[in-house]
Structures are given as C-alpha cells and as structure tokens.
C-alpha cells in the first residue's frame, strides 16, 4: 500500500479545488438561475480525457462536461491547444444538455504540455431562440433553443476572441448578461488552472498523476463494494412523461431495467418510448446525470467522483428514444424525464431498499416574461423559476416545498421579492404553501406552491411547467397523487382564463396578473392509515383543509377546538 | 495605595469559564478559569470573578471595565430553546419560513431520511398586515388599521414571547414597521418586539427577515441573563456597565445586546480574532491569520491591515462544519469571518471503507473524552496522537491538574488503527498528527487562498490549548514564514475582550448606477448613518474624540447578484468619489476574477461603522533577558519527528521562564499550564519583547 496519507491530502486538494472554483464562478455570475452555487459543475480531467475530480454541486449537470470534454478532445487535439485558451461549447448532441446550459473548458499547461484540463457547465441568461432566457416552452428541434456553439476558441493564449464574443452577443438578447455568465465560467477556470499548477509544483507532475491513478482506483473499489452490497438480480422500474407542449394527449414512458452483477451495474433504458416532437427529451449526457445521482442515494455519498466512480458502471440509453434523442430534437423541457428516470430508478430498488423509497415529486415551473422596460426602454428578460417539492417517503413525510433532492443547491425561497420587483416592472401579490396540494398518504407528500404576480408592462409570457400537471406526481404503495399544478391568469377577473402548462409567448398587457401553482408531491401508503393527530396538525399548521381531513384522510376535525373526533373518524374510516 | 486600575474579560465556553483580570501598568494578567454552570451561567462568571479579585487582591470599585462573551445566543438557537415568537409580515408573504431557504447540503442530499430543521415560528403564530410598499418606499397601499389591530389582537392571544416584524420593502421606509411595532406594544406590553428596520434595514425581505427573528428568538433570554448579570456585577460592588462582544469583534453595552441580540450570535469566536489583531499590532504585524484549535473544531480568521475580515454571509442553527454553514437560516449582521473546521484534540481517528486513515469530524468530547483520559474513551483521537510521539507530558496535563494514561493512547491506536493498516502505532499516531493538520489547514485555505490571498504574506497566531502543538505544520503547508504563539494561549480568548472597541454598524439599501450617483447623495446617506451611530456611542458616554467612522457600499456590476464591499477612504466625499469607487471596484474585481467586464458598476448597499476606541490595558515591552535558555529547561523527552524519522531526545522547557531575547532550535517543547508548544528540527523559537513565541525556519 501506497502512503495512505499523502493520498488523502492529494483527494483533498482535488475536492477542494473543483468545489471551490464552482462557488467562486457563481460568484460572478449574472443568470438568475445561479444565484446559488447550485447550478455550476466544474471538473479537473487529465490529458486522456479522464476525470480527475468534480464538485458534487451541480448534480443535474455532473456528467455533461465528463462527455463534453471527451466532444472537445475530438475537435481539439492536446496539440492544436494553447496555454490561456479557453473553449466555449454547448452543442447537445455532443455532451450538452440543451443551448443555454454551456460549457467552458480551459487546459492547465505546465511545462509547455497539457497538464489538465478544466471544465465547467451553468445555464446562462439568454442565447437567443424563440423566447427569453433560452427556455422556450414549444420547440420542436434544437435550433428554437437557441444559438449553437460548437467547440470554438472564446481565449486564444489569454486574449479575447473578439469574433466569438461579437457573435454570441448578437446572437442574445441580453449580451451583457450573457458574457457576464460565460466570464464566469471562463473565471473559474483561471483559478483552477492555478490551483492545479500549485499541486503540480508541490508533488511533481508524474507523481501527482501516479497518485491520481490510485484515486481512481480506491473509488471504483468503493463502487464496486456498494454494489455488491445490492443483491445480484434484475431490477425494473418506470414512470411517465406528461404531455409534450406539441402533440396533445400523447404521454411517454420511460422504462429502467437494472441488472447487478457482483461489483458491475448496468442501466438498461431501452424499453423507454422513441423521442417527443416537443422539448421533453433528455440528451444522453442529461440522462446519465439523472442515473448517476439516483445511484449515488444507495451508495456511499462520499465516494470521490472521478473515473474509478464510472468503471463499474454500463448505461444503454438507445438512440432515438427520450432518454437519447436524435439531432435535431429539441431538450430543454427535459427535466421531467430526467426525474421520471430517477423516480423509476428508486421504485426499481425499492424491493431491496424499502426504506429509501420516496414517492415522486414535482418537477420545475418556469414562469418567463420579456418586454421593454417602461422607464428606461431597455429590454428585459425576467425568468422565476420553482422547483417541485419531494414526494412522501417510506418512513416519513416528503418535505413541504423544498426542491427535489436532485436540485440541491436550490432553495424553494431561491429568489426574493423585494430584488424582483426592484429590477422588473412587476409586483407579487403572494407566495404561499398551496394547502391541500401534498398528496395524501400515510406519509404526505410536500406541499406545493402557490405564487402570484402582477406585471406592469405589456410584456411577452412563456408559462413553462416542464411535466407533472396533467399526470400529477403518483402516490405510492396506495398513496395518492400529489395535485397537479399549472397557471391562472386574471384569476378572479372575468376574463380569468388556464393557459396549457406549456405556452410560449403570450403577448399580455400591463395589469396582467398571473397565478402559478407548482405541484405537490406524491403521497406514500394508505392515507387511512395516518395517525389522526398528524392530520390534526396539519390542519392546525394549515397544509391540510378541513374538508381535505375527512375526504382524503377519513379525520374529522373539530372546526371550533381543532381536537380530532375520534368517534367521528373511527365512522368515516370504518366505510 | 495608589488607585489600582483593572480591566475584565468573561468568556463562557462549554467547558470553562475563562476570566482575564489585567491591572493597567503590570505585565502579567491574572487569569481565573472556573466550571461553567449551564443552569446559569451567572453563578460561573461570579465564582471566576471572585477567584480572579482575590488572586488580584482587586477592590471591586477598582475595575474599570467589563467585557463578556457569550455562548448564550448560539446555544439557544442550536439547542431550539428560545423564546415563543410571532412573527408579522405584508399580507401574502406570511409563508416565508415554512416554505424556506434551507435545503440538504453535503452527504444529506442523498439522505432518504433527511429533515429540515423545523421553522422557529410556527405558521399559526404567523399573522399578515394589509398593506404595502415599493422598493423607492412609496405607499402602494396603506396600512389598514382595523385589519392590523385585530390580527394583532389575534396574536397576542397566542401569547408569544417575542414578534419579529418584517414587511415588504421596510429597508426603504420603516413607518408601517413602526405603527405596527406600536401595535403590538401596546396589545401585550412588555413583549420583546423586533422591527427589521431596526435590526438590519437592507433589502432581501428573506435575510431582513430571518435576522430579525433569530434576534427576537434570542432577545428576551438574552435581555434576562444580561440584566441579571449586571445587577449581580453592581452587587459585588463594580459600578462599570457591562460589555458584550459581538459577532463582529466590536463591543456595545449590555443593554444594547439586549435589544439587538442578533448581534452578539457569534459573540465567542470573535475574541480570539481580536485578540490575535492587537498582539499583532502590538509587534508591527498587521497582517495576521488567527488559529484557534479546541477540542472539537478549529477556527481560523484573517486579519487585514489590523483589522478583522467580517462577512455577511453567515447562517446560524446547524452545526459547525464549513459546509454545514451554508445551510441553516441566514443573518445579515456582520460577523468575523471564521472557517471552522472539525479537527480538534478530541476528533476520533478511523478508517473508511476504502482503507484511508481519517480524522474527525466525530469527536471524543470532553467525555468519555481521548482514550488517554481513563474515562472510559476507547477511539484514539488526535491528543491521543500527540502523547504517544511524546508531544504531551503525561505529567504536566493543565499545568498537572489531570491525570492522562499514554498507554492508553498507545493501545487505543494500536488495536483501532495500527492492526489494520498494518502500520506500526507510531508511525500511525503521526499521520493522525499530519491528517488533523491538513483539515486544520483546509480551513486556512478557505480563508486565504480561496479568496485570492497569498497566506505566506501573513504571520499565523495560534491559541486555544492545543494550537501550539499543531500549528508549526499546519503553516508549513503554505510555507507561512512566522508562527507566533502568544503567552497563556489557553486563555487568549478573554485578553481579546479587553483589546475590543465599541462599535455601531449601520446599513441602508439605495441602488444606483455610479455614474449618475452624485457626491450629495453619498453625503446625505452617509451622514445619516454616521450620526445614528454617533448618537449611540455619545449616549454610552464616548467622547466625540474617541469616534472613528468607517464607511463603505457594497457594489456590483449592473445585474450581479454578489456585491463586493468597497471601502470608502476617509475625508470628505466629494465629486470624485462615486469615480474612485467604481475603480476600487473594478480593480478588486480584477484581482479576484482575472476578467476585466466593461459592464456598469452600481452601488447597493451603504454601511457606516462607528467606533468608539476603548481605554485598553497597554501590554509593555520586557526588557532583554541575559539570554542563558539552560534557566528554563525542565528536562529531556523522547519525541517524534518525521524529520528524523523516528523519536529523539528532545529538550523540554518551561515556557513562564522564558525571557525576552531567549532563543531556543528545535527541536524543542515549551510547555506551560494551559498549553504546550512544538518546535520541530529545521524552526528555531525566539522570544519577543512581550513574551510571544516567535518561530520560523532556521
């Protein structure tokens, strides 16, 4: 055995540094969506392409820029790359993720050779396509999403390439933000470069990789022991993709087949339906992101990503399919199908793992607007954007609006009111836990959100419920669905009216008011079978009617005292 | 006998009770520690104070200054005990902390089981005010009284403890916080009341809020205990008012404390950093890295032109994990900026399951305690680790107070660690030893590197018991030239109580673009601050020639959502000033970031410190000893060292015989009652005028 020690501290370094360079780009970043550290994944390859460390933020990005490093090397030999270059690349059918989601890669030289390479992915602000920020709700192929960047030069030995940037800028209609968000990305990666030069001076370059290749080899050792911790056998799972925003009524399946054999694990997704016209996809890089933080709920957390994670590991994820569509398919809708893979993942385990079963969730609601500022005539693009609360659990209640697990980093009050309405023409009338939205259960499922606005500028609005509100998050093992959200508008008003949750640019004048309910998760176990004085004090807190009491839960409460009448449920729950 | 003048600083830890008693004009303080008593602390702080004028031979009227730190705040808020609130906000928005900014951070993302910490106010204790501003602080709509009287009437049958208001836009104009707040005054008299635009008036209705209610959470305990304190103080005769630390290494008085105890939430931390600034000062080093290593955790802290490095990012309510802090609920008041890491003396050593040795972050505690203690503690930890490479006298243990058995430690290591990683127990004792100096340095790291700063342009000064064991290597790692170790490191905490000034920290929101930001405007808004905070400290009884302001606005490029907070130079503002700003900015940015955006700067938010400097006691220089070291050599003892790879006879010294000028290679061990110090081959030690340990490379 090598020195366990020094080992230790080489992991600790990586770990340090790849968490540490995603924080500091957030820092600097302009995209709403990042005002979290949340949303940036930033990762340390070697020159074969290997991944050396990755922050464990970003969960819904991490193995985009794994994929998308190995596209670049294709376009970009180690040969034809130059100390202070940086790339910008976002190309979905190669790594990516969708237009807006974009990745930057930097090399680290060290004595005129490629040392390391850094790679990072965030959403940013705006790269044209039919609608604000980059998330239309209809598109039907990837150039409505907006600009396509292949693996191009943004720095060239440290300079700006001014070409590039001119022709991201008018390809946005926010450049301003846009290269603020990539700048980000591109600042991050010069603090990495430096970082990694620092390991390199300290431990030598041939050494520092020798001990990398020890590190590789220990968390693919603690893969393979956590899989072997699950009983060789095939497990199956599966869950539903609402509608597409382009073909009515038409749902999609996606179908997990799980086959453990000893130390190796294979995803097999080849049952899952052939790709949507709409932006429900997922790329291939998104699904694997999708599969990887579900394994890593029956894993050691801990383990260090890197190569080693992904040896043991097989994925089939067929081409033509919504987990792996064919270009020029649109993807940007496509985080239902990343947690339709997760949740089918979960109910795949849950023989082996009763009590890590949680029941689905909701999925994100984007509420979108753009228009010309009335005071400074300057254009505006306004996203807010929530997303779905967990469903129940086995062993307990899901959590009332906080994100899906899979969100981590983003909070369910991400954004305040106070700096909205301080920089766009609008004003929110409420933001309130939407009662009776958790799906009843034994355990309940996490109450929805209920969060209104009024815009003060005619504006264009793209309401963007990316799936579960047709086909609510399912209850489990006899739990019931969570209620389904959407949007109101001018709810009250006579001409109130539901828009699809999927719609884009709905021109609406100032006055306009719009309602957005973000579903709740679903429920676990019988819901007859919750103790009474939960569902008490979920009336007393308020996340449960009184009505909702007797109907879902067969508990009749005091209207007065708010006691439960034991004798009048015992009634309601004999039928 | 001439009048005798004394300065006291009080800090409570879990454990002891620490108290410095310094008499104006003598080298030496006199140090008390005493049990804590957590059923009240005051019986603890009494006994320290009694033990501490006896040892002084102190007259009570003779103690001209009190200043304490306290725990209170902090344990309230993690042990859930505070007071029973309410809590009152612009109608729509009463959800605010059921739906919440806390989420799972580090392995809880993949916990199936995972709870977030329950809301402090419950949602029936919520009530909503109709009414509502902009962000310019206009009436959209006004306050509707018979609506508002009659919720407040609802609440105050609920009989809370305490009610945090905070309505929408409140940083912009306070008036209806203020009807509101008379509302509720009046509807149940002598209830703690908070308003946000008292507390912290910057907008972010999230943070406004949260740190308004942590406030009202801790207030009315907080406001007991110092009252009681106080009054039992002016019993045993000291007639000074009492001062509390804040989390920002400033004091206030106690009745401040009372009614804004937000800001006393990280009240203990603080004073080591303090502490480390004046020693550094004292001896011509502005530039300082702080290192407090206790049982459990160690804290590190950066000191910048003499000053402390304060942060407003800060949540409390979790534990004390680097990570664990980003969750938790926010405050905004300012706070010393610590990373705290979990390695301390009492983190447990074991193996994961892919064969690595680690370190923490569980730990031993006080009991059952490190294995050596004979408590019955069978995990080795990291003091465990240090007695058997011979870096602790099991003879000397708090000055030999306590009895320790190294066989234990050695045992300890051998069976949970040595046998399994086939490692000699020696050889694994030390790579506890490194493994608890590369976390305790991951915490340098986060407070320098991270941030852009070299850390080998800084001096690093260690205290807490065991620091000084530790803290050579730790520095090491990032080649930090000098290490100092000041004198009774153990108790360090408290002499930074005695070396704080009062200070009023201000803040006001007032978003606009530098380049049509005018000087009138930065005049008006600082002005009014500067006098708020002025008017506090001429009520305390500071003098106008006492006062310091310092000003500053947090600016970011048009769209950001961080701010970095840009100084403003002292003098009168004038129409260049919103220009030098811009500049400052754009250069810092520079420095961080390595880009330079073209976009525009616009200022958000404007702070105002005021301070009024204390009367401290002056530490004097000593005189050069005759420099004859053999004067203070207590004997010999095996230690280990990787530089020699294996144990050598090591010279050990009795550090309270050191004199200045002395000057001792290593390796060495300098032992004391409440610490002991290693300097390892290659660093020699030399003592400075005021007793501090001054080590570096040969």
């Known amino acids: 055995m090598k020195d366990p020690v020094l080992r230790e501290v080489v992991q600790n370094a990586l770990d340090t540094i790849a968490d540490e360079v995603g924080v500091f780009a957030a820092r600097s970043a302009y995209s709403p969506f990042v005002n979290q550290s949340g949303e940036i994944a930033t990762a340390i390859f070697d020159p074969q392409g290997r991944l050396v460390a990755q922050t464990k933020r970003g969960l819904a990005h991490a193995c985009a820029v794994r994929i998308g490093q190995r596209e670049l090397l294709k376009d970009w030999p180690l040969e034809a790359m130059e100390d202070g270059d940086a790339f910008v690349f976002n190309d979905h059918f190669r790594g990516g993720i969708h237009p807006t989601d974009v990745m930057v890669f930097r090399p680290v030289f060290h004595q005129g050779r490629v040392a390391f390479i850094y790679g990072a992915m965030m959403i940013v602000s705006d790269l044209g396509g039919l609608s604000a920020a980059g998330l239309p709700a209809n598109a039907t192929e990837c150039f409505h999403e907006g600009l396509i960047i292949p693996a191009v030069r943004l720095y060239k030995a440290g300079q700006p390439n001014h070409d590039v940037v001119a022709m991201i800028e008018a390809n946005s209609r926010t450049p301003r933000r846009v290269m603020g968000d990539i700048r980000a990305l591109v600042a991050g990666g010069n603090m990495a470069a430096v970082r990694m030069l620092e390991l390199i001076e300290k431990y030598g370059c041939e050494n520092l990789l020798a001990i990398i290749n020890e590190l590789m080899d220990r968390s693919e050792k603690l893969t393979r022991q956590g899989i072997e911790r699950i009983p060789d056998g095939t497990y199956q799972g599966s869950y539903i993709v609402e509608e597409d925003g382009i073909v009515p009524d038409k749902s999609y399946r996606v179908r997990a087949r799980i086959t453990i054999e000893g130390g190796d694990i294979k995803f097999d997704f080849s049952g899952s339906d052939p790709q949507a016209r709409g932006a429900v996809n997922a790329s291939y890089s998104q699904s694997l992101s999708g599969i990887i933080f579900a394994l890593l709920c029956f894993l050691d957390p801990e383990i260090p990503m890197n190569e080693g994670f992904f040896r043991p590991i097989s994925v089939e994820l067929p081409l033509g399919s919504i987990v792996n569509p064919r270009y020029p398919a649109a993807c940007n809708i496509r985080i239902g199908t990343v947690q339709a893979i997760v949740d089918s993942i979960i109910q795949a385990f849950a023989p082996v793992f009763p009590d890590r079963v949680q029941a689905p969730g909701g999925t994100p609601h984007s509420l979108l607007a753009a228009g010309r500022h009335p005071r400074t005539g300057d254009m505006w693009a306004f996203l807010d954007p929530h997303f779905g609360p967990c469903g129940a659990r086995s062993t307990r209640d899901g959590v009332d609006c906080m994100p899906d697990p899979l969100f981590a980093g983003q909070s369910a009050y991400g954004r305040n009111i106070e700096n909205y309405e301080l920089e766009f023409p609008l004003r929110y009338e409420r933001f309130q836990v939407w009662r009776d939205s958790g799906g009843p259960g034994k355990w309940r499922g996490g109450c929805g959100l209920l969060k209104e606005v009024t815009f003060l500028a005619e504006n264009d609005l793209t309401v963007r419920a990316v799936d579960r509100c047709r086909i609510p998050p399912q209850g489990l093992a006899g739990g019931k669905p969570g209620k389904g959200g959407g949007w109101i508008i001018n709810r009250g008003r006579p001409d109130e009216w539901n828009p699809p949750p999927k719609q884009t640019n709905i021109r609406v004048p100032a006055g306009t008011m719009v309602t957005q309910l973000v579903s709740g998760g679903g429920g676990y176990g019988d819901p007859f079978q919750r103790p009474p004085e939960l569902v008490a004090r979920d009336v007393q807190e308020g996340f449960v009617s009184i009505e909702a009491a007797a109907r879902d839960y067969g508990v009749v409460i005091d209207r007065t005292g708010g006691e439960v009448d034991l004798e009048a449920t015992r009634r309601l729950r004999g039928r | ?698």
Request: aromatic share 6%; hydrophobic share 40%.
């Open chain 2, 1 to 698: 006998m001439a009048q005798r003048h004394f300065f006291m600083g009080v800090d409570i830890g879990g454990t002891f009770t620490d108290l410095v008693l310094f008499e104006d004009g003598r080298q030496k303080p006199f140090n008390a520690k005493t049990l804590t008593t957590p059923a009240d602390p005051v019986d603890g702080v009494l006994n320290a104070v009694r033990e501490a004028m006896a040892q002084a031979d102190a007259a009570p009227g003779e103690v001209r200054r009190v200043v304490h730190a306290t725990t209170l705040a902090t344990n309230l808020i993690l042990e859930r005990k505070g007071a029973r609130l309410g809590f009152v906000t612009t109608k729509g928005f009463g959800d605010m902390f059921h739906i919440s900014k806390q989420y799972p951070s580090g392995i809880d993302r993949f916990n199936a089981h995972y709870e977030r910490p329950e809301p402090l106010v419950d949602r029936e204790m919520v009530i909503e005010i109709d009414e509502r501003l902009n962000f310019r602080g206009e009436v959209l709509k006004p306050l509707n009284e018979a609506q508002a009287e009659s919720a407040v009437r609802r609440l105050a049958a609920a009989k809370p403890d305490a009610v945090a208001v905070c309505l929408l836009h409140s940083y912009a104009n306070p008036a209806h916080e203020r009807a509101v707040g008379e509302m509720l005054q009046r509807a149940m008299p002598g209830v703690y009341v908070a308003l946000s635009s008292e507390v912290w008036p910057e907008f972010q209705e999230y943070e406004r809020a949260s740190t308004t209610l942590i406030s009202a959470y801790v207030g009315p305990m907080m406001a007991d205990y110092l009252g009681r304190l106080e009054q039992e103080l002016r019993g045993f005769g000291i007639q000074c008012g009492l001062q509390i630390m804040q989390s920002s290494g400033a004091v206030m008085p106690a009745s401040m404390a009372a009614r804004k105890a937000v800001y006393s939430v990280e009240s203990g931390p603080a004073a080591g950093v303090i502490a480390t600034a004046q020693l550094g000062l004292a001896i011509g080093r502005p530039n300082m890295i702080s290192f407090d290593m206790g049982g459990t955790t160690a804290k590190v802290g950066l000191i910048q032109h003499g000053r402390p490095n304060v942060t407003h990012d800060f949540a409390v309510g979790t534990s004390v994990s680097v990570q664990a802090r980003a969750s938790g609920e926010p405050i905004k008041i300012p706070v010393i900026d610590l990373a705290e890491v979990g390695a301390g003396g009492g983190s447990i050593a074991w193996i994961d399951p892919g064969g690595l040795l680690q370190v923490g972050p569980l730990s031993a505690g006080a009991a059952p305690g490190p294995a050596c203690y004979g408590l019955g503690g069978t995990q080795p930890t990291v003091t465990d680790a240090n007695v058997v490479l011979g870096y602790l006298n099991p003879d000397y243990f708090l000055g030999g107070k306590m009895k320790i058995y190294p066989e234990r430690s050695r045992g300890a290591i051998a069976r949970n660690l040595g046998e399994r990683l086939k490692l000699d127990p020696v050889l694994a004792a030390h790579g506890i030893y490194q493994l608890a100096n590369i976390h305790m340095g991951s915490a340098v790291r986060l407070i320098t590197v991270s941030r852009g700063i070299d850390p080998r342009e800084y001096a690093v000064m260690a205290f807490g018991g065991a620091g000084p064991i530790h803290i050579v290597k730790v520095a090491e790692q990032f080649n930090i030239p000098t290490v100092i170790v000041p004198p009774s490191p153990g108790v360090a905490s408290a002499f930074g109580l005695l070396m704080s000034d009062l200070a009023h920290d201000n803040v006001t929101t007032h978003i606009v673009q530098c380049k049509s930001a005018s000087a009138d405007d930065l005049r008006r808004i600082f002005d009014n601050l500067e006098q708020a905070g002025r008017r506090e400290l001429t009520n305390e009884g500071t003098a106008q020639k006492d006062i310091v302001v310092q000003r500053s606005i947090d600016t970011r490029f048009v769209h950001q959502k961080h701010e970095i907070n840009i100084p403003v130079p002292p003098g009168p503002i004038t129409d260049a000033t919103p220009a030098a700003i811009e500049q400052s900015f754009r250069d810092l940015y520079f420095e961080l970031f390595k880009v330079r955006p073209a976009d525009p700067v616009e200022f958000v938010n404007f702070a105002v410190r005021v301070v009024g400097v204390a009367s401290k006691p002056q530490i004097q220089p000593t005189p050069r000893g005759d420099g004859n070291t053999p004067r203070a050599l207590k004997g010999m003892r095996q230690a280990y060292f990787a530089e020699t790879s294996g144990f050598v006879d090591t010279r050990v010294y009795d550090r309270t015989a050191l004199m200045h000028g002395d000057r001792i290679e290593g390796p060495a061990i300098l032992e004391e009652p409440d610490s002991t110090t290693i300097c390892p081959p290659g660093y020699a030690v030399e003592v400075d005028p005021f007793l501090n340990l001054v080590i570096g490379k040969k």
